[in-house]
């Protein structure tokens, strides 16, 4: 199977020869088999101790964090993971549990309907500014078109709800061009801004890696710095055009550094 697509926006010696930092002399003895073993005094066992911490500290604060969403692995139980839950807008949700050689994932299919799996979250752009995700498209609704009311309608989308009610919307449309951006908010103050990741079928029927940092989208879209993100939500939908599209969602995460 094809590899998926990335996108992206000095040892120690046993016995120390320094007797400044040691109280009594420590020795090196033999045991009973022959090999030597070393008494280390408490102040150089203290004093070692001590010069680590500050290595594990920075370590600590250096080390990226991450926080993960959508963990496709545990909706092998039949049932939505706590937290999560379905919006119905039109129709029929068909929601289910995939696996592939890419392993798990949720695959959606909507037949001239719209739904999506949505939950609550915290988290601090700041910190996490980067989102990743892995999906794939099966059917692109043919004629959707994100820019007209009457086409609106995709195979997949990623929305990310800020605490100000302003929305970013990662899409896989079927006709505007990849890296399109501009608004999405057909309903007077509502506040959605679109980014276009993937557009068409050239990709479709193949995992996608996605990597974009939404701190920057947000600060684009709307001309601030990026409140706490409070929602998270995938989507399909094909009413508009009266079509089907389906799409598989893998793992999906905030983090402090791009993959």
Not at 43 to 53: C, E, N, P, R, V
Not at 102 to 115: C, D, E, I
Not at 146 to 163: C, E, G, K, N, V
Not at 247 to 258: I, L, N
């Amino acid at each position: 199977m094809a590899s998926p697509i990335r996108r992206r926006a000095a040892p120690i010696s046993n016995c120390l020869a320094d007797n400044s930092l040691q109280g009594p002399a420590q020795s090196c003895d033999s045991n009973s088999s022959g090999k030597s073993f070393c008494l280390v005094p408490r102040k150089l066992h203290w004093f070692l101790i001590a010069s680590a911490l500050p290595i594990l500290v920075i370590g600590a604060r250096t080390a990226p964090l991450a926080f993960t969403v959508l963990n496709a692995a545990s909706w092998n139980s039949g049932r939505l993971p706590d937290g999560w839950q379905i919006k119905v807008n039109h129709g029929i949700p068909n929601v289910s549990f995939s696996r592939d050689d890419a392993g798990p994932s949720v695959h959606l299919k909507s037949v001239n309907s719209s739904f999506g799996l949505e939950r609550g979250v915290d988290v601090d752009p700041g910190e996490m500014p980067f989102l990743t995700w892995r999906w794939k498209v099966a059917q692109v609704p043919p004629g959707g078109d994100f820019r007209h009311p009457t086409t609106d309608d995709q195979a997949a989308q990623l929305l990310i709800a800020f605490s100000d009610r302003h929305i970013l919307s990662y899409l896989w449309d079927s006709t505007a061009p990849r890296g399109t951006l501009q608004s999405a908010s057909a309903i007077p103050l509502v506040h959605i801004f679109a980014v276009v990741c993937e557009s068409g079928v050239a990709q479709t029927n193949r995992w996608i890696v996605e990597s974009h940092n939404v701190a920057a989208d947000y600060e684009r879209a709307y001309g601030h710095a990026a409140p706490h993100v409070k929602g998270i939500r995938i989507q399909i939908n094909s009413q508009h055009t009266g079509s089907t599209a389906e799409s598989y969602f893998g793992e999906v995460a905030f983090r402090s550094a791009p993959q």
